[in-house]
């Protein structure tokens, strides 16, 4: 079974990406997104978030919201600012955010060989997002947001990127954010037939970001059952490029808790470290910021210990013998006394939102690594609500898959 396929995407013109471009649509929330695409009739948030077209009191998953996106996607084609190519290729996709570089290989992935378990993935998905999407595919007939996936690094495909990426791109553009995006296409037969050949050589693709947009383009492939719905538009990296950030955690109280009583209580399970500071230095250990301070932690061995990989990540253990015992917090992901800070905002953000009295205490995490996620993935586990948090994002409209 093929892993991949090329495809003719769907690209902005050159001297327009920097505009048209944009943030993935679950990244902002609707008053993000209408203020970013403000003054910008390009700004492809119209095509991915259409309910910004609409008064705040608007139902975003009405069937007028969806039409919009679609009738934006239609005058961003009918005005040449989008154009398809004219035969299938692959593609690659660079981005560069300050020391750290990441480059990727556009293609369609299969959907079959995503139900078959091949294309793994590490996350539950809600059938709310999944149905949001699959709307959003079906209206506007078109893939636009890529699922970021990973692959085991493999030499020779590396060493080939590394050639094609020494030409100059034809896309180029540093968005507002300071990220820098560049693409090339890659159209010879000779450079189709090698990357097809190297993928067959790879066992497994796996899912880092964008599960939702992964299982809404299987479920219109299963209710189409072929064509080009087929597959899914995705960004394929090698896994020793990616960049995870940690995925800290504040909460609302201390569930009765003295700040004492409570580093006496989390003295069960993890050891009080002499060093303090606000970021962990490696897997198992941990820092919480109480009462104006910051301690660090390390997980005591037989508590770390486990058989599963799942089971032994930092957000794992901090669940299942901090949040859920200590603080009573047994769903975080339905529990209104628990919010996720991605780690793009640092650590002085959770400072400012504890000493501001909005939260009593916060967590900082050592990032997940890549190899864990895999792991994961290969065992059929699930991991932790926001467990990873990739940097720098993809951004949408780069490519767009239409079916």
């Known amino acids: 079974m093929e892993l991949i396929q090329p495809f003719a995407a769907v690209r902005p013109r050159a001297e327009l990406a920097a505009r048209i471009c944009a943030p993935p649509y679950d990244v902002l929330s609707t008053e993000e997104a209408r203020a970013m695409a403000e003054g910008n009739p390009l700004s492809f948030l119209r095509v ?132 820098r995006h560049a693409s090339w296409a890659l159209r010879e037969p000779a450079e189709i037939e090698f990357i097809q050949r190297a993928f067959e050589t790879i066992p497994a693709l796996y899912i880092a970001d964008g599960h939702h947009r992964t299982a809404a383009a299987a479920r219109v492939y299963q209710k189409r059952g072929s064509g080009a719905a087929a597959w899914f538009l995705a960004v394929i990296f090698p896994h020793h490029q990616l960049q995870i950030l940690p995925y800290n955690r504040v909460l609302k109280d201390l569930n009765g808790w003295t700040p004492a009583a409570l580093l006496d209580r989390l003295g069960a399970v993890m050891e009080l470290l002499p060093d303090s500071g606000p970021s962990p230095s490696c897997k198992h250990e941990i820092c919480l910021y109480l009462a104006g301070q910051w301690h660090r932690f390390r997980w005591k061995p037989e508590v770390a210990t486990t058989s599963q990989a799942v089971e032994s990540l930092d957000a794992a253990l901090l669940q299942r013998h901090v949040l859920g015992p200590v603080f009573g917090i047994d769903n975080p992901r339905t529990s209104d006394r628990i919010a996720f800070i991605g780690g793009i905002r640092g650590t002085k953000e959770l400072e400012q939102r504890v000493n501001s009295g909005e939260f009593a205490a916060a967590f900082s995490l050592y990032p997940t690594t890549v190899e864990d996620m895999m792991q994961v993935a ?18 949408d409209a780069m490519f767009t898959h239409m079916l």
Not at 105 to 111: E, H, I, K, P, T
Not at 134 to 158: K, N, W
Not at 378 to 395: A, C, Y
Request: glycine content about 6%.
């Open 48 to 179: 991915s978030k259409p309910e910004i077209e609409f008064p705040p009191a608007q139902d975003p998953y009405a069937p007028e919201v969806y039409e919009r996106g679609r009738q934006h996607f239609q005058r961003l084609l009918c005005e040449g600012a989008l154009v398809q190519d004219s035969a299938p290729a692959f593609y690659l996709y660079q981005q560069r955010m300050g020391c750290h570089v990441q480059t990727g290989l556009v293609a369609v992935a299969s959907c079959e060989a995503y139900l078959q378990g091949k294309i793994k993935k590490h996350e539950l998905t809600r059938p709310d997002k999944e149905d949001d999407r699959m709307r959003h595919i079906e209206v506007v007939g078109s893939q636009t947001g890529p699922a970021f996936l990973v692959y085991r690094s493999h030499a020779a495909l590396d060493e080939f990127v590394e050639q094609k990426i020494a030409t100059a791109p034809e896309v180029d553009f540093t968005a507002a954010d300071g990220v």
């Open 378 to 395: 290969d065992e059929g586990g699930i991991m932790p609500p926001k467990s990873t948090w990739f940097e720098p994002k993809l951004r």
